[in-house]
């Protein structure tokens, strides 16, 4: 039988419209942020240049789409806050890539903010409006090939890359579950759930890993490393 299902979201309600604020402007940066990294990426690994070259098109295209869902709902994106939001991811991209370190590189774009875009846009597709629902859908489907990308380069490289991606991963991991927790409350106001947004980027990351060469032993230790950033943060201290 059919599920009826009745919308309670207010999209114009200045409670949404403000956790949208930030929501807009993360992903307006996060998609600016993928086209800049592709273009590095795409001086970093000559062989591939056309072919990043076009990612990178198709991330900027990703931003025009998202900043007409925020002008549709009459949202003004806080970009200032989608900066501070990223400053952390960004700087281990730039310091990565200025050493040259591709693997890295990779596993932070293609791997880890694509696997991140992927569970969040994912999550949105349900609770989104009409307008950014058709949009998101077709966003969602080129960032799996963005993952794929970094997927079948790493697992070409994987023997003299995997300790550089059990480094990378030790590194972004904390930075992740700290976003996360940033926009808790901003995804609850928009209808999404950030045990959702956990659920399927682990996941996905963890198949991604697998696809790269990883054992399911190695895939756990990875997941969990990060995860105990985010465990401790919600366990009350014990004083006995
Ligand atoms: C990769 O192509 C783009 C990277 C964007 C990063 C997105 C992070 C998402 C965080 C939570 C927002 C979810 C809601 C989506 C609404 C349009
Ligand atoms: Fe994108
Ligand atoms: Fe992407």
């Known amino acids: 039988m059919p599920q009826i299902q009745i ?3 207010d999209f114009s309600s200045d409670t949404y419209r403000d956790a949208y604020s930030r929501i807009n402007g993360i992903v307006i940066v996060g998609e600016q942020e993928a086209h800049d990294n592709f273009m590095r990426l795409a001086e970093l690994l000559h062989n591939h240049y056309q072919y990043l070259v076009r990612l990178a098109k198709i991330e900027a295209s990703h931003k025009k789409s998202f900043q007409a869902c925020g002008r549709n709902l009459n949202v003004t994106p806080d970009l200032d806050f989608a900066l501070r939001f990223f400053s952390d991811l960004h700087q281990i991209f730039q310091t990565a890539a200025d050493a040259d370190r591709i693997a890295t590189c990779l ?3 293609s791997l880890i903010i ?5 569970a969040a846009y994912n999550s949105y597709i349900p609770v989104a409006d009409e307008f950014a629902r058709k949009i998101t859908e077709s ?3 080129d960032e799996y090939s963005h993952l794929n990308f970094g997927e079948v380069w790493l697992r070409e490289s994987f023997e003299q890359c995997r300790e550089e991606i059990d480094a990378a991963n030790r590194q972004v991991m904390p930075a992740i579950w700290q976003m996360l927790n940033q926009i808790a409350a901003d995804l609850e106001a928009v209808g999404m759930t ?3 947004v956990v659920e399927d980027f682990i996941t996905r990351y963890g198949e991604a ?3 790269i060469g990883f054992s399911l032993g190695d895939i756990m230790r990875i997941i969990a490393c990060g995860m105990k950033f985010e465990m401790m943060k919600h366990q009350p201290i014990s004083l006995g």
Not at 114 to 118: H, K, L, N, Q, S
């Open 7 to 9: 919308s309670k979201i």
């Open 107 to 109: 596993v932070v774009q």
């Open 114 to 118: 694509e696997c991140f875009a992927i």
């Open 139 to 141: 966003v969602v489907k």
């Open 194 to 196: 950030k045990a959702t």
């Open 209 to 211: 890993l697998s696809h």
